[in-house]
């Protein structure tokens, strides 16, 4: 994995702007769709079922994250991505909140067993509850290091044919026991609500322009974690780093990218 090959799928997303069908949660379909938008790409953020098919048919990827869960969501999540079956279109699930409910658990479950996504990504204690339903989360927040589930996405990654990435302080990214680490980003990230949701929406983006999820997840993740480094510069607090980091998005060029991206 190299600077350049990442910088790569950076460009094929601002050149190709692929069209990203997410499902996701009240909370963050607006930043999500404005960081899809600065990043090149273009956002849907369709739910009703009626239409699920259609919308998966015209998208480049799909991008389905369960944290606001509803009964009527769910049902056109697993429609969502049987479509995404059909149509060879990949899938990336962002499981929000696992192992804070049953329910939730329940959810995961049954949308892993309609067909594989091409990416589960999520924070550690997301990762560890999937790979392990009797492992117990916080809510949304992961009161694990990333470093802590190595080993779970590992075995995830391997059980289900797929790339699992966790969201940390170093993100690491696994599929066929290659495991690639990058260590960018900023702690004040952690406190804009969906910024994770955000890493899965570009992943999809990704995703919809290169075959080779494990490739697209690591340029996500670096793009993501590059913006953070960049916004954080010019950022007062939460607030103004929301802006800065759409603005970075935005802005990216090779040279700020290859000199703050760092593969571990």
Same mark, same amino acid.
């Given at each position: 994995?190299?600077?350049?090959?990442?910088?790569?799928?950076?460009?094929? =997303?601002?050149?190709?702007? @692929?069209?990203?069908? $997410? #499902?996701?949660?009240?909370?963050?379909? /607006?930043?999500?769709?404005?960081?899809?938008?600065?990043?090149?790409? $273009?956002?849907?953020?369709?739910?009703?079922?009626?239409?699920?098919?259609?919308? &998966?048919?015209?998208?480049?990827?799909?991008?389905? /994250?369960?944290?606001?869960?509803?009964?009527?969501?769910? /049902?056109?999540?697993? #429609?969502? #991505?049987?479509?995404?079956?059909?149509?060879?279109? @990949?899938?990336?699930?962002? @499981?929000?909140?696992?192992?804070?409910?049953?329910? +939730?658990?329940?959810? #995961?479950?049954?949308?892993?067993?309609?067909?594989? @996504?091409?990416?589960? +990504?999520?924070?550690?204690?997301?990762?560890?509850?999937?790979?392990?339903?009797?492992?117990?989360? +916080?809510? =949304?927040?992961?009161?694990?290091?990333?470093?802590?589930?190595?080993?779970?996405?590992?075995?995830?990654?391997?059980?289900?044919?797929?790339?699992?990435?966790?969201?940390?302080?170093?993100?690491?990214?696994? $599929? /066929?026991?290659?495991?690639?680490?990058?260590?960018?980003?900023?702690?004040?990230?952690?406190?804009?609500?969906?910024?994770?949701?955000?890493? $899965?929406?570009?992943?999809?983006?990704?995703?919809? &322009?290169?075959?080779?999820?494990?490739?697209?997840?690591?340029?996500?993740?670096?793009?993501?974690?590059?913006?953070?480094?960049?916004? =954080?510069?010019?950022?007062?607090?939460?607030?103004?780093?929301?802006?800065?980091?759409?603005?970075?998005?935005?802005?990216?060029? &090779?040279?700020?990218?290859?000199?703050?991206?760092?593969?571990?």
């Amino acid at each position: 994995m190299t600077k350049e090959l990442l910088w790569q799928q950076v460009v094929a =997303v601002k050149e190709r702007s @692929p069209l990203v069908h $997410s #499902i996701t949660n009240y909370v963050v379909m /607006n930043f999500n769709a404005n960081a899809l938008l600065a990043a090149g790409a $273009s956002p849907i953020m369709a739910h009703a079922a009626e239409e699920m098919d259609d919308m &998966v048919n015209i998208s480049g990827a799909l991008v389905v /994250n369960i944290g606001t869960l509803d009964s009527n969501w769910v /049902n056109s999540m697993k #429609i969502a #991505i049987k479509a995404a079956e059909a149509k060879n279109k @990949p899938w990336v699930l962002d @499981p929000v909140g696992a192992g804070a409910t049953a329910y +939730r658990n329940q959810v #995961i479950a049954e949308l892993l067993a309609i067909h594989r @996504p091409a990416v589960i +990504r999520g924070n550690a204690s997301e990762i560890l509850a999937v790979a392990n339903a009797e492992n117990k989360t +916080r809510g =949304v927040d992961s009161t694990h290091s990333s470093n802590d589930a190595i080993e779970a996405a590992k075995q995830l990654s391997n059980q289900l044919k797929c790339v699992v990435c966790i969201s940390g302080e170093t993100d690491y990214i696994t $599929s /066929n026991d290659m495991v690639t680490g990058l260590k960018n980003g900023h702690a004040l990230m952690t406190r804009i609500t969906g910024m994770g949701c955000t890493a $899965s929406a570009l992943t999809g983006a990704f995703c919809a &322009v290169q075959a080779d999820a494990h490739l697209a997840t690591c340029a996500a993740m670096a793009m993501m974690g590059v913006a953070g480094e960049v916004a =954080v510069k010019k950022a007062g607090g939460p607030a103004t780093l929301q802006t800065a980091f759409l603005d970075a998005l935005y802005t990216m060029d &090779v040279t700020t990218f290859m000199e703050t991206v760092h593969i571990v």
